[in-house]
């Protein structure tokens, strides 16, 4: 049976984000109706042939759209917005966040015709916003991105605090701190539920200051008597905000080389933000610029192929060589799931004589994380005092990280959720997981939106293991072979070596026996001879190279 919302039941449904990094939407159920926060995209590994992008799977929520009130975005990284472009068409709902995260957003929607009725709502910090029977307060918090907040919900079970993404940066250099207050006030008025960011829930101490970074950016830069290119999440403004000033506290001009770099100044710029930092040298200009007085920022942060860089690190850039001498500093953090692609970036710099820096190397402070480490998320708890904590936003041990610190500080229900899980918040006599719904992920393809588990993406992961062999041969209707069959082969042989043709012509002969063998000595009827074919093939190939490919037999009857 299909899970039912009761009238007076409060319930939170993760449906991406609770098992993997990325694709998170949330869902909270109250008074009969839903209301989904964030709708973010994951990052595809090897895993996924041919895919870069995931999308969580939202058919709960379109199977419930009539009762959707509304979709609230926390803020804009791509985590948290990216797939609300490919899924708002099935939703259809009002979306709800700061100006900032709008102007982000308003970009993204525009480039799909379907979004055209989508309907922003921008909310100001603290302001009170009613959608469907939901309560809804932004709190602003401190992040790696301008105007990200925490969301309480106001119901008459009491408060659930949402925090979002957030850290306790003591000295952020743009936008608001996380401010105690406002927390200490929230718990003063009673907190039913906290469901938190677990990121960084298994770091001790705290995640640091944008401050530091800034100090710690211009130190390094002191230090590098060339080119310096400093690589980013382009969304993360307060960093480019630190490079700008770092840079001109050593006499060097920044150009900024990527179009969501670009992108994403541009909104910043937008919303006043970035206003005091020196104009930057147009791309065309950047080679006339002395190496010693220069610091380029770029996307490609986790090793992206095709960001900018990566054709840096190929030397395939359009207007700029690095030479020997300059250097590169990785002021992020790699993404679960991107080291190998880093790395790859990393080797080609060093091969060519640059000077690469990552936050290991480093005693400088170059990068801080945006997200809460175990003694911020404990001050929080402290704040807020909630009678239940549900971990999301991470990976499976992010999530177990935060439960059993929300346990080790005496919180009465610590609720550690799968994607899908409907964890019921009220009544708090049954608290818990009560029911779990359909969920998933999607996969982006450049003319369709897939399910992860398509047949012709686990078909891509098998062929990437173990190559194909295609046969195809006539056959007349009294079961005797017309003409030699065909056999050709992909990712076994090398098609320009000998040795290969005379592989294929063995399976050649080989289909030939196996048809002979057929005709004569076997009640098998014709329909049945393709998969026979497959079957003595297989063997055939595995009996030379030791492994089984996949095999496609096509017969045709004249
Ligand atoms: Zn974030």
Redesign the pocket.
Known sequence: MAFQLQKDQLVFIPLGGSEQFGANLNVYGYKGKYLAIDLGIGFADEYYPGIDILLPNPKFLEDNRKDLSGLIIT?A?E??IGAVAYLWPRLKCPIYCTEFTAEVLKKKLAENPECKAAQIHVIEPYEMAEIGPFKVRFIPVS???PE?CSIVLETEHGQVVHSG?WNLDEAPVLGTKTKAEDFKKIGQEGVLAYVGDSTNAGVAGYSGSEGDVEKGLSAVFKEFEKRIVVTIFSSNIGRIQSICRAAKANNRHVAVLGRSLHRMIGCAKACGYLADIDDFVPEEDISAIPRENLVVIATGSQGEPRAQMALLARGSHRSLKLERGDSVIFSARPIPGNEKNIILVQNRLAAGGIDVMSPRETDHVIHVS?HPARDEIKQMYDWLRPKIVVPVHGEKVMIEDQAELARACQIDKAIAPNNGSVIQLAPIEQAGIIDHVDTGLLAVEPGRIIESGHVAISDRRKLQYSGVVHVSFVMSKKGVLMGRPHVSTTGLIDPKDAQGDEFEADLEDEVQDILEGLRHHSRKPMDRWEEEVRIGIRRAVNDILRFKPNVNVHMMEV
């Open positions: 803020h990284h985590d948290h992040h790696s991105i990200a993404d945006g």
